[in-house]
């Protein structure tokens, strides 16, 4: 690999191949200097990068076909056989550094199958990545196409990055619909809000539910979109749909405080537990009292719903109930339980 890199290096700067360096950093220190030297870019169309790019990527192709072969390039042994080499022919694949020309080699019989640039392939990995990236980040096809004239140089169509990011959409679509585990011990339902470029940037509501497996694992089951106004209704056309997609029961769900989505669930898993999410409640207790008393109140809630059991939680008079704000915490927990809720788990 080095003899290679210095053969570039001397071809770039016009002169015989220079003697091989004593690490990486050397060699890549002389290409750098010689380049300066002779005024040839580091990147550009033909530039070090380009020519390095270039010159890897035929002598990868160069060992799959001697694999493929079964012999090295110029080696006796491959005299006479029913298929050789036949030459090579020249493609332009689209890289990170812009558009690099490679020579592909091929054989007698046409049977050659490269995996590091396949047939017909015009774009390296990367490239696609690139063109997701920027599709995430709310640019449109056409402000995508002109980045990579204007950055690389390179000519990529609208309807290349469309079919780029289609191939998203097509593993979206899979991923929605694969086969689930028949049961979670746990799942959360909530929502996230996020900036979605649709016409105009706006914030819209992603809705998540999110599985524990038997063997104490994440699972994000599904993302749904919406516009903000769904309800229970919604809730159990996506908890149905899970079950089509094969959960056969729930132990616990946790949710917020949608009214109607507790029976959404009980609809769907008869004997499923719904728990209040823990984050809910103590947003819901600060309102009984001010804003002063939040932060005693965030710490001496801690050991009430961290509770085993709720006769294990410490009660108004025990040693663990805040000094100040006391009245506050005794109040809201009341209020807690004449709205049949506990902050304890179950």
């Given at each position: ?82 298929n050789s080499r036949n030459g090579v022919r ?129 699972d994000i089951l599904g993302l749904w979109m ?33 009214k109607g989505l507790p029976d959404a669930i ?81």
């Amino acid at each position: 690999m080095t003899d290679t890199i210095d053969d570039v290096a001397a071809k770039a700067a016009g002169q015989e191949p220079v003697e091989p360096a004593s690490d990486e950093q050397g060699v890549a220190e002389q290409l750098v200097a010689q380049a300066r030297e002779k005024g040839i870019e580091l990147v550009g169309p033909n530039g070090l990068l380009s020519q390095l790019t270039k010159r890897v990527l035929e002598t990868a192709l160069d060992a799959e076909m001697s694999d493929h072969l079964g012999y090295d390039k110029h080696d006796p042994v491959g005299r006479n056989r029913e298929n050789s080499r036949n030459g090579v022919r020249s493609k332009t694949v689209l890289t990170e550094i812009g558009p690099v020309e490679i020579d592909v080699p091929r054989d007698v019989e046409a049977t050659f199958t490269p995996t590091i640039v396949k047939k017909r392939q015009r774009r390296l990995i990367g490239v696609d990545q690139i063109v997701l990236s920027l599709s995430a980040r709310g640019l449109t096809t056409g402000e995508i196409s002109a980045h990579f004239a204007e950055v690389y140089g390179a000519s990529v169509s609208k309807e290349t990055v469309s079919k780029i990011t289609d191939q998203v959409l097509e593993e979206m679509t899979a991923w929605m619909n694969r086969p689930l585990d028949e049961v979670y011990p746990v799942i959360f339902i909530d929502a996230i809000v996020v900036k979605v470029r649709d016409g105009q940037v706006r914030n819209k509501p992603i809705y998540v539910v999110i599985g524990v497996t038997v063997n104490g694992e994440r699972d994000i089951l599904g993302l749904w979109m919406g516009d903000g106004g769904e309800g229970a209704k919604f809730w159990l056309q996506v908890l149905t749909e899970l079950k089509n997609r094969g959960v056969q029961d729930v132990c616990i769900a946790v949710c917020d405080g949608l009214k109607g989505l507790p029976d959404a669930i009980n609809t769907v898993w008869e004997f499923t537990t719904v728990q209040a999410c823990i984050i809910h409640l103590i947003r819901n207790t600060f309102r009984y009292a001010s804003r002063k008393y939040w932060d005693h109140i965030a710490r001496d809630l801690r050991p009430i719903y961290t509770a085993a059991t709720e006769a294990e939680a410490p009660g108004p008079g025990s040693k663990s109930s805040p000094r100040s704000g006391a009245d506050p915490i005794r109040r809201s927990r009341r209020c807690g339980r004449t709205r049949g809720v506990s902050l304890c788990r179950s």
